[in-house]
Each structure stands twice: as structure tokens, then as C-alpha cells.
């Protein structure tokens, strides 16, 4: 959390936000690398609520620990840690952490981050960051572009530039003429 105060101070709360939820969503991305459903569905659950194979597979694919690297701008790199279990995600970074939730539904990725992230003692209410048009399954390797609406926007003019290969997912955060790289690998 100390490179994530650090972030803060040079770039503004906001920004940082931006950056984080971009962080969890690479990680979550990735698991889009899990099969795919019978049914044609695209996400979590089918159309009764019901959890569908993809869904499944999703998840199953996406639990554990993944090692993100981010390069924002011309700051220096900074690593930290995405705990990703069922519906829910922390990022971990010098002893302390950050939680928020996630679901995926019709090939909508919505995460909810919290407004403060990097506060220990208030967090603040929970905002909504989304990737859409992420596929149902994916084989050895991806590349695509994935419009995003970064936390507390309802704009989606940004999007992900993602590349999944060799267990590598890089994530490429294009808004206008800036680019920043997320670096996702399984811890």
C-alpha cells in the first residue's frame, strides 16, 4: 500500500484509482483462459442465475495470487499482489491491503473498487469500473481491445489493449494519447 500512497501523491487519488482497478482487472482478464460453456453463455451465470461451465471455469481459472507489475507513466514500476477468490479481490502491497468485488455477466467485467483505495481507515463507498466485449473462453493466447469505464466514470472512451500468452498477460491502458502496462503473472 505504500507504493499505492506514493502513486497517489504524484498522480491524484482519482488517477491512482484508475490504475489499481485496471491492476485487478488484468488480473481477472486473465482468466478468461478457462473453458468454455455449452450453452453459449457469456459470463457467470446463465440466463436463470444459475452458475454456467463458463462461468465456472472463470472462476476456477482466476482464484489465487497474481503478481502485477504496473508502469505508469515515467514513474518507476511498481509490483504488487491480486488475491482473487470468487467474487471478490484484494490487492496486497507492503503488509497492508485493499478489497473490493467482481462479476462478470454477458461478457461484462464489473468491478467494484473502493473510492479511497490505498486509506486503510476509510476505504470509502464502492465504485464501478467495466470491461466489456470480454470473451466467454480463450486458447493458448489472445490479443484483443476491450472498451473500459475506469471507476466513478460512466464514459467508456478508454480501452484495454490485452495480450495473454505463454502465462503472461500484459494489459495496456490507453486513454487518448497516454498508455500505461499492467504485467500480470500467477504468484
Not at 3 to 18: E, Q
Not at 31 to 43: F, I, L, Q
Not at 60 to 82: H, K, L, Q, Y
Not at 128 to 141: H, L, M, Q
Amino acid at each position: 500500500m505504500r507504493d499505492v500512497r506514493a502513486v497517489t501523491r504524484i498522480v491524484g487519488r482519482r488517477t491512482a484509482l484508475r490504475y489499481l482497478a485496471l491492476g485487478v482487472g488484468a488480473s481477472l482478464i486473465a482468466a478468461c483462459k478457462g473453458g468454455s460453456g455449452t450453452d453459449g453463455a457469456n459470463g457467470i451465470t446463465g440466463g436463470d442465475g444459475q452458475p454456467t461451465v463458463t462461468g465456472r471455469a472463470f472462476a476456477a481459472f482466476m482464484r489465487g495470487r497474481w503478481s502485477v507489475t504496473s508502469e505508469i507513466g515515467n514513474e518507476d514500476p511498481a509490483t504488487f499482489t491480486a488475491v482473487i477468490d470468487d467474487g471478490v479481490w484484494s490487492l496486497e502491497s507492503g503488509g497492508q491491503s485493499a478489497k473490493g468485488t467482481w462479476s462478470l455477466s454477458g461478457g461484462r467485467l464489473s468491478l467494484q473498487v473502493p473510492e479511497h483505495l490505498g486509506s486503510i481507515e476509510n476505504p470509502g463507498d464502492l465504485e464501478e469500473a467495466a470491461a466489456t466485449n470480454v470473451p466467454a473462453s480463450i486458447g493458448d493466447s489472445l490479443s484483443v481491445s476491450l472498451p473500459w469505464q475506469p471507476p466513478g466514470s460512466s464514459s467508456s472512451s478508454e480501452t484495454l489493449s490485452v495480450d495473454y500468452a505463454g502465462n503472461t498477460l500484459r494489459i495496456r491502458h490507453i486513454e487518448g494519447d497516454n498508455m500505461n502496462t499492467f504485467t500480470c503473472t500467477r504468484a
